[in-house]
């Protein structure tokens, strides 16, 4: 169990999304930074889809009732862990997984490059799950706890540290995950692609849009990212304004004051404003990571493009999903060095059974000599 000393601004409880129930008005919601959440995931070896704590500008303060093992993806913190019984502190940063002894307390913390971090633990947090999925929203009342509010001071979150977990503190990311991360004082690049309204703005808006710079507007969440600047303008006969229709995340709207809006996780599910763009998939995760105040920039590719780039970061995933298989923590076995626990009897020459455990997990190996 985890207790919520002090909740930070806006921390809820997200996994992949509510989906296949935006045609009875319910937005998926999710991870802002679906990326994050998925790293953590591979971090602590726990399912795709387990649920993680999204935390907004500041990480919270837990205190940790059991074991655990826990891990910070996503925007960058430097926080730290106090032990209990006067055992001193152990300094937490992002992208490595740390095991907790009950009675510690995880130490409130600015995210200072970012926006939102995930903190996930290893078994996942056990919340009822509503219509297939934990994440909170709030707007329909469901999911998270208490109908998908945000954590307030005394909330109690379940979890269960699976057997042999305390073998996954240690593992760290590898160098370089953090890449997509917004740079402080360098203007974001997003890569968009053509809406179903494109053709309604003026051919001068489009090819002037490379060389604007906006910037996030404080009236932001996680319905939308609202951008200031340059005003896009419509082709004669149009101003913005649609017969509304489906709507959902990455579509970006141009309405009638020409300022674009980004739907994000928690975005409504119909609107009637054109939508002459939408975000490329693959840059989702540095969207979420803007702050008020960010400056970004805009560049038109093709679906094509757009689809490539969400390879790459598949093909990213599967690379970290690698470089984290066998590795060890401080507190974990060697899998070079796991001995097999038993062996069955075989004939000469004949395949080898084993049955070999590794980090909690018990596999079933069979081994036999190629034929020469």
Same mark, same amino acid.
């Given at each position: 169990m985890i207790k919520v000393i002090t909740p930070g601004p806006l921390t809820t409880i997200q996994d992949g999304g509510r989906t296949g129930h935006m045609g009875n008005g319910l937005s998926p919601c999710g991870a802002m930074d679906e990326y994050a959440r998925r790293l953590n995931n591979l971090l602590l070896d726990n399912p795709a889809d387990t649920a993680v704590l999204e935390c907004t500008l500041l990480l919270p303060t837990l205190q940790f009732t059991e074991d655990a093992v826990f891990a910070i993806t996503g925007g960058i913190v430097k926080t730290s862990l106090r032990l209990p019984m006067e055992g001193g502190t152990v300094e937490v940063r992002t992208g490595t997984a740390y095991f907790a002894p009950a009675g510690s307390v995880l130490q409130q913390a600015m995210i200072t490059r970012g926006v939102r971090c995930c903190l996930g633990l290893a078994g996942g947090l056990l919340t009822l799950p509503i219509l297939?999925? +934990?994440? %909170?929203?709030?707007?329909?009342g469901i999911g998270g706890i208490r109908g998908g509010m945000k954590l307030t001071a005394g909330d109690l979150i379940p979890d269960d540290l699976p057997e042999g977990g305390e073998g996954l503190a240690g593992r760290t990311l590898p160098e370089g995950w953090d890449e997509y991360l917004p740079q402080?004082? *360098?203007? *974001? =690049? =997003?890569h968009i692609t053509k809406g179903p309204q494109f053709d309604q703005l003026e051919a001068e808006a489009v090819r002037t849009l490379a060389d604007l710079t906006y910037t996030v507007s404080a009236d932001s969440d996680r319905m939308g990212t609202r951008f200031e600047g340059t005003a896009l303008t419509y082709r004669e006969g149009f101003d913005g304004n649609i017969i509304t229709d489906a709507l959902s995340r990455g579509a970006i709207q141009v309405p009638p004051a020409g300022k674009p809006i980004l739907m994000n996780a928690d975005a409504q599910t119909t609107g009637g404003y054109a939508k002459p763009f939408w975000l490329a998939a693959a840059d989702r995760k540095t969207a979420a990571q803007l702050r008020p105040g960010d400056k970004v920039r805009f560049e038109l590719v093709e679906t094509e493009d757009a689809?490539?780039?969400? +390879? %790459?970061?598949?093909?990213d995933l599967e690379e970290i999903r690698a470089a984290l298989t066998g590795a060890t923590g401080a507190n974990a076995p060697s899998p070079a060095a796991a001995a097999p626990a038993q062996a069955a009897p075989s004939a000469a020459g004949g395949p080898q059974a084993f049955e070999i455990r590794v980090n909690g997990h018990t596999y079933d190996v069979t081994i036999e000599k190629r034929r020469q």
């Open positions: 297939g999925s +934990r994440s %909170a929203d709030a707007k329909s402080a004082g *360098t203007p *974001t =690049l =997003l689809v490539e780039h969400a +390879r %790459a970061e598949a093909e």
